[in-house]
């Protein structure tokens, strides 16, 4: 079993290097900065590194020098949009093998590796979506008048719950999904963003009982959620928005049953809904499943690889930067504010994970965000921007959420760089 270092200041994205790199044979320790990257090294020997060239306590080229002369072949990474002179001083002066700009497909990087330590050991797990899918009828009278129950679906029915057709043979257990890591020291946003730099194809899976949701991405976008909350199901979303009544539902669930079709497809062919109706009210399904699970700071997550959804689910297409801002922007203003509090002070982080290009910011948006330059606290933007209240709070927060901004520690003493947007 070979020996793979990831260095990697980013929590998130080592584990899912870590987890595709483990679910190929391998074996993997991770280090986050480059006191334990050295430390790693004096305690055993690698076959093959992985290393960010920027690292909070030292240049990752440091690292690389010292991988050099004990012979261990290392790759090297850099943030987001660097530029190729980073590629040309990792390989050319710290000798690297070979050089990967953040986001990359994590699949090069694995072959890249191998190429150093030979094929896989073990086949990788099979992929969640592969075994689950969300969207059948349960036949129950939608109640208006009642705030809708968020209820669970007990874990073990699953099996009559989450169904592409006839019931398979046996699904592989839960429990045998090695865990990757605790929600409870990262955030969804951020394995989000994890999934993007390493263009993940294959799916996040989160865990907090008796809850679960499926992410599945297509080369680092998030493309379709699945959930076993009862208040998330298609039919339940339809009848909060008056698309379901009582007298149809009975009909829907029987064609559903006796053609072993979708809720939604099923609708359309009754004529409950238009087949625009269907894409967009599902397009919005996924998107509320993901940002629901935004404020989840308990639990677990899995990250595994795999070919993602079937190809006829339908597929969110959204930059998943955007995805994210969006949902913070759709947070109560009650919460908004316990995120950020108006002492605090907000600045740039030094690598952004995105290109801010591609997020289509408003003019005043774009504004908030350069003046969001660390000289300015929470409460000194509010009274500064033209968008609301909520808007301002959410935008800032979706920023944050994404490693766009990032908290002040200390007032500067001078203003810093900004965006100079």
Known sequence: MASVLIVEDNFELAALIQAAIEARGHHTTAAHTARNAREALQSKAYDVAVVDLFLPDADGGEILEELKGRNVPALAMSGAYKGAGYARKAKDVHGAKAFFEKPFPL???LLCIEAFIGPPEAAPLPSPTEELTLEVVVVEQPQRDQPEPRDLLPLEEWERLWRKGPQPERVKPRAELARTGTLAETSVAKLLTACWQAKHTGD???????????ISFEQGSPVYAASNLAHERFARLCAREGLLRGEDLEAVAQLAREQNLRTGVAMVQLGVLTEAQRVQLLERQIREIIWSAFDWTDG?????RGKGPRADLVRLHVFPGALIVEGYLQRPLVALRALLPEYRRLSPTATPPYNLEDFGFTGPQALLLAQADGTKSVGDLLALSDLSERETLGLLAGLE?????EAQRERPKSPRWTFGL
Not at 401 to 405: D, H, N, Q, S
Request: aromatic fraction near 8%.
């Open 107 to 109: 699949e090069e990087l």
């Open 204 to 214: 996040l899976v989160l865990h907090r009982e008796p809850a679960v949701k499926v």
């Open 300 to 304: 677990d997550y899995t990250f595994t």
């Open 401 to 405: 959420a994404v490693g766009i901004v």
